[in-house]
């Protein structure tokens, strides 16, 4: 029996310490083995590895991935007419040789990242100071970004190599400070109150130039249209006159019959009405009176 539980002991032992004796690397990362604190390999192929048992030989592991640095502040820089610009960038940057990145930055991502941002930065300050505001907005920022990652791989890639690589630098905002950027609205603002009111005075004095114009109109259309219809009535009571004329002409004492019976029409057009004269000596009553009138009418009939 202890013999048994002996076999199975030294096999738990021989396990581990195989266990710890193999080691994987993957297809993203370094393995950087030590040997009592000294790098003594580094691994950039992915596989299956062997090594030493702690505390000989310990193995770490760094990214070799495509890596992305954003800015961590926003703090702001001055341009070249001193104006407080907040600029937000990012840098796309890799490890490419592990040796050199351990001994010159550090045993991992972040301490390469810490460092990185401060040489990015102080590049942007040194680019920006150069700058005026439109240039950085518009006209020169590709050549700005340009110009930035041309002073960082200077400095990683310099007498003392980082054994990095930066890929791409890239600016993704560019603003006034807060105070700066709430005047710049303020103003806007007014601006386009001032503009609303001038289009609004100019709408109101063409709306007034407008209804002006067509009141005229319609006063000389009125006008007009009156002017046309009193041609057009006198016109029909001149040849009304002249037919009544012609037509009367024919026979004057049956005319003058008519227009006593028009006259006595008009005078008794209701049943109300009271007229108070003297039927033998008025005139108006002469038709009545007069039996050739009488007679004419009974002819016409």
């Known amino acids: ?5 002996f076999m199975v002991t030294s096999a738990l032992v021989v396990l581990a310490l195989l266990s710890s ?7 993203r990362q370094f393995g950087v083995v030590y040997a009592l604190g000294q790098i003594k390999e580094v691994i950039t192929e992915p596989g299956l590895n062997f090594k030493l048992p702690p505390p000989f030989q310990n193995v770490s592991y760094i990214d070799k991935r495509l890596l992305t ?4 502040d926003t703090e702001p ?20 040789d592990p040796l050199q990145y351990i001994r010159n930055v550090g045993l991992d991502e972040a301490a390469g990242a810490n460092q990185l941002n401060r040489v990015v930065r102080n590049a942007f300050q040194e680019e920006i100071n150069r ?3 439109r240039e950085l907005l518009s006209v ?3 050549q700005l970004m340009s110009d930035v990652k041309r002073e960082v791989l200077e400095v990683v890639k310099g007498a003392k190599p980082w054994g990095v690589d930066v890929v791409d630098v890239r600016i993704t905002r560019a603003d006034y400070v807060d105070a700066i950027t709430e005047s710049v609205y303020r103003r806007m603002e007014a601006e386009r109150k001032r503009v609303a ?3 609004r005075s100019t709408g109101a004095a063409e709306g007034e130039k407008i209804r002006a114009d ?22 029909g009571d001149a040849q009304a006159a002249s037919i009544y004329a012609e037509a009367f002409g024919r026979d004057a004492q049956f005319a003058q019959f008519y227009r006593s019976l028009e006259a006595y029409k008009a005078s008794f057009n209701k049943k109300a009405d009271v007229m108070v004269v003297d039927p033998s000596g008025s005139e108006f009553f002469k038709a009545f009176r007069s039996n050739s009138g009488a007679a004419a009418a009974a002819s016409k009939k």
């Not at 029996?1 to 539980?5: K, P, S």
């Not at 640095?69 to 961590?72: E, F, G, I, K, Q």
């Not at 820089?77 to 840098?91: A, F, G, N, S």
């Open 1 to 5: 029996m202890n013999r048994i539980g």
């Open 21 to 27: 004796m193999l080691f994987v690397v993957d297809q």
């Open 69 to 72: 640095l954003d800015s961590p």
């Open 77 to 96: 820089m001055l341009t070249l007419e001193k104006q407080r610009m907040v600029i937000d960038w990012y840098v796309r940057w890799r490890i490419t």
């Open 131 to 133: 700058r005026t505001v």
């Open 140 to 142: 020169k920022r590709e």
């Open 197 to 199: 009111n001038e289009l």
């Open 214 to 235: 067509a009141d005229r109109q319609r006063e000389i259309a009125v006008a007009n249209a009156y002017r046309d219809a009193q041609k057009i009535k006198g016109e």
